[in-house]
């Protein structure tokens, strides 16, 4: 059981680069997060996807996209990458809304 | 002001002391709260979780949940360094919004 599994670990773009962070789970969970950590923020949360199909902003949800392509993928796009989306990244899932998260282990992105 | 606040630290013991990490929450419709670890350069992994008041024990660890002050409490017995982690609490919600997290330091 692998979890929660996020590709890539590392990633340098340069500003306007576009990129899809992939995030995929073999738990059979329904709901699905995406955050993003900085130092001295602690984790906010981008997007969500309470089920298959559906898909909801967060607090921080600019310059982001997200896919549920499936109940066991989803992915966040940047379409033009910015300095201030330099972060850690992190997926999450959720055997339904309003139970327990499990995360990856994150995509260090930098962008210069 | 944050839905969940907590002090970041760094909270410095010595090997076999009792640490208590705490969170304030502001939102009294909470009920149930997670408790995660996060060591360096990894994810939060997830540590315990209580579904209600009063106290949770699981092996060194015990979550205290006090909802008439939204205070939330993590005690670790016998702290060792392996312990040092970044601890994080979030409350079991549709949308779980994260306190920042305190940073633990166990010397030995």
């Known amino acids: 059981n692998a979890g929660v599994t996020q590709t890539p670990k590392f990633q340098v773009l340069k500003t306007g680069q576009s990129m899809t962070l992939q995030c995929a789970q073999d738990?059979?969970?329904?709901?699905m997060y995406w955050y993003r950590q900085d130092p001295g923020m602690g984790l906010r949360l981008i997007y969500y996807?309470?089920?298959?199909?559906?898909?909801d902003k967060g607090e921080v949800p600019n310059g982001y996209n997200v896919s549920r392509l499936n109940k066991r993928e989803f992915s966040l796009r940047l379409e033009s990458a910015a300095p201030s989306q330099t972060s850690v990244y992190f997926c999450a899932s959720s055997e339904v809304d309003n139970s327990p998260l499990h995360f990856g282990n994150g995509t260090r992105l930098t962008v210069t | 002001q944050k839905e969940v606040e907590q002090d970041p630290g760094p909270l410095s013991v010595p090997e076999g002391a009792i640490v208590s990490l705490n969170c304030t929450y502001s939102n009294s419709a909470f009920q149930y709260f997670m408790w995660y670890r996060q060591y360096s350069r990894k994810g939060p992994e997830l540590l315990m979780y209580?579904?209600?008041?009063g106290n949770k024990e699981d092996g060194r660890f015990t979550a205290q949940v006090d909802k008439s002050s939204k205070y939330i409490s993590l005690f670790i017995r016998d702290s060792q360094p392996s312990d040092s982690a970044t601890y994080l609490c979030?409350?079991?919600?549709?949308?779980?919004?994260f306190g920042r997290g305190t940073s633990l330091i166990v010397h030995p």
């Open positions: 996807s309470a089920s298959e199909g559906t898909t």
């Open positions: 979030a409350p079991i919600s549709y949308i779980p919004t």
């Open positions: 738990m059979n969970h329904n709901s």
């Open positions: 209580t579904y209600s008041s």
